[in-house]
């Protein structure tokens, strides 16, 4: 028997065949605890508009501030959440560790690394980090793990001294004079970045020649990209590393509940508006590519009923 075209492309895209259909009954009941990230960042703005697109259906949906990626992660393990968000780095950290409760419904967006210094820093390339002061993030963040990476693969001639410090903390630590560099992951722009720049000038160390060192290391969840010209002040664009964000499940989340939860996602993306970011705009073909984490079969399900 011939296949047919919609299997073909899933199958090509590493997703398991199921049977197809898309149901027109309301949804299922269900309450949903989404685990976001810091208050006022990417993945709690989104999850907020995210969250009151669920409810308007019928899915009582809460947001749960969090340190982003690693705890979202620990969350949706320890059945503390059903669904959050991560980057492919650490979802994907997690998955190859052996934590198998975990399940993706969708790869959202492209998060861009931002290495940040003073404007006028003598700090000129990511080399120049050694044996500075530098925060990589919050701890239990998913900028933490990648900022690790980063300056692993840099091989830098002295370990850079790191502190675990959130977004805000960051900021004004560089702005203190407290740390020489910050990392922070997320879209162009980052609104709080942004606000921050246009009263403290900063300027972005460009990562170009390390995602080559980072994807023999650890695979194809790290790509080339580059912050626009004009983004922060600057005149010229940057060279950085990129990571996906997915939204992830319980991999135990029932399967109408996932298949619902992945059409909300899709039915008010442009409502979403999420996030502000080169490539941020949701796309089903670009959505199915989650790599190491296995797409839930109830997402898999509507992936299926959507290809002509």
């Given amino acids: 028997m011939r296949p047919d075209r ?32 810091e208050a006022g960042g990417a993945y709690e703005v989104l999850g907020q508009r995210f969250a009151g697109e669920l409810r308007r259906r019928g899915l009582a949906a809460q947001v749960l501030r969090t340190a982003a990626s690693v705890e979202n992660l620990a969350m949706l393990a ?6 959050g968000f991560a980057l492919a780095d650490s979802a994907d950290r997690a998955v190859r560790a052996g934590h198998p409760k975990v399940a993706a419904l969708a790869r959202m967006y492209m998060n861009y690394v931002h290495l940040v210094v003073p404007a006028g820093s003598p700090v000129g390339a990511v080399a120049d980090l050694a044996g500075r002061r530098v925060s990589i993030g919050a701890a239990l963040s998913g900028t933490a793990v990648t900022a690790e990476r980063v300056l692993a693969a840099a091989r830098l001639t002295a370990p850079a ?53 980072l994807r023999r290391a ?54 979403l ?3 502000d970011a080169p490539g ?8 199915i590519g989650t790599g190491a984490v296995p797409l839930h079969p109830g997402a898999v399900r509507y992936y299926r009923s959507t290809y002509g």
Avoid at 78 to 83: D, I, M, S, T, V
Avoid at 227 to 253: F, N
Wanted: contains cysteine; glycine residues 10%.
């Fill in 78 to 83: 320890e059945g503390r959440a059903e669904l």
């Fill in 273 to 275: 508006e999420a996030p």
């Fill in 6 to 37: 919609r299997a073909v492309l899933l199958l090509a895209a590493g997703v398991p065949a199921v049977a197809a259909g898309c149901s027109r009954e309301p949804e299922p009941r269900a309450r949903l605890r989404l685990a976001t990230g």
């Fill in 161 to 213: 001294r790191t502190v675990t410090l959130g977004l805000d903390a960051s900021m004004k630590a560089l702005r203190d004079g407290d740390v020489a560099a910050f990392f922070w992951s997320g879209g162009v722009p980052t609104p709080a970045l942004d606000a921050f720049a246009r009263t403290t000038p900063v300027r972005l160390l460009a990562l170009d020649g390390l995602v080559a060192p």
């Fill in 280 to 287: 941020g705009r949701l796309d089903r073909r670009y959505a």
């Fill in 218 to 271: 650890y695979g194809p969840v790290y790509e080339d990209a580059a912050v626009p010209a004009g983004e922060y002040g600057r005149g010229v664009p940057v060279a950085t590393v990129g990571t996906p964000s997915y939204l992830v499940c319980r991999a135990s989340l029932s399967g109408d509940v996932a298949f619902a939860v992945t059409r909300i996602l899709f039915a008010s993306r442009d409502r």
